[in-house]
């Protein structure tokens, strides 16, 4: 069964930083691109960062370029987001995915809270 | 940007009956667009990809149709666990992968 599992969400203060991880079970991580999706409190959902097999190409929406990085372990199969400089509006669920052209299947999510 | 519009906002429905959600995109995306539903406290789940194939596991009362800037997702007699949010999204144009704002499927 394929799964995922976020963990590292919490709450930060305005400026601050957290990193994010994902496990991967079930499947050959090292054959999929990779993808963090984010969903703010009651609002819709949001791409935020897509990592090729080997880590080689990343994508990121605009809002978060120079502020998140996603990388992945495949040894350790794992993928990560470094979110530095947060901000209040970064306030969200954040969910990895796998992509195989589309976002399937997804981890249960975790929150991310940005308050002081 | 692509921007996708989802119609209606909220859909009252009863079990049993048919359920069409719509989905409008600012340009062309061809095939390539999806739907996801989700519930309330769980992720999203993948239902259609490709305008019209069914993911994985997914009942045949779900379906999917359209091409180009008009999408129709059909849910052709109402079960009680299929209330919930429906997204769809687009990746033919990417960076970025935009989703629609959401349909609430709501029991009447």
């Known amino acids: 069964e394929v799964q995922l599992v976020e963990s590292g969400g919490g709450l930060v203060q305005p400026g601050g930083s957290l990193r994010l991880s994902c496990a991967a079970s079930?499947?050959?991580?090292?054959?999929?691109?990779m993808s963090w999706v984010r969903q703010a409190p009651g609002k819709g959902l949001e791409w935020v960062a897509n990592?090729?097999?080997?880590?080689?190409?990343?994508y990121y929406v605009d809002s978060v370029k120079g502020r998140f990085t996603i990388s992945r372990d495949n040894a350790k199969n794992s993928l990560y987001l470094q979110m530095n400089s947060l901000r209040a509006e970064d306030t969200a669920v954040y969910y990895c995915?796998?992509?195989?052209?589309?976002?399937?299947?997804w981890g249960q999510g975790t929150l991310v809270t940005v308050s002081s | 940007e692509i921007v996708l519009t989802q119609s209606p906002a909220t859909l009252s429905l009863s079990p049993g009956e048919r359920a069409t959600l719509s989905c409008r995109a600012s340009?062309?995306?061809?095939?390539?667009l999806a739907w996801y539903q989700q519930k309330p406290g769980q992720a999203p789940r993948l239902l259609i990809f490709?305008?019209?194939n069914r993911a994985t596991g997914i009942p045949a009362r779900f379906s999917g149709s359209g091409s180009g800037t008009d999408f129709t997702l059909t849910i052709s007699s109402l079960e009680p666990e299929d209330f919930a949010v429906y997204y769809c999204?687009?990746?033919?144009?990417?960076?970025?992968?935009?989703f629609g704002q959401g349909t609430k499927l709501e029991i009447k």
């Open positions: 995915a796998r992509y195989w052209n589309w976002f399937d299947p």
């Open positions: 079930g499947f050959t991580f090292s054959s999929y691109w």
């Open positions: 990592i090729k097999q080997d880590g080689s190409d990343k």
């Open positions: 340009q062309s995306v061809s095939s390539y």
């Open positions: 490709d305008a019209s």
């Open positions: 999204q687009q990746r033919s144009n990417w960076p970025p992968y935009t």
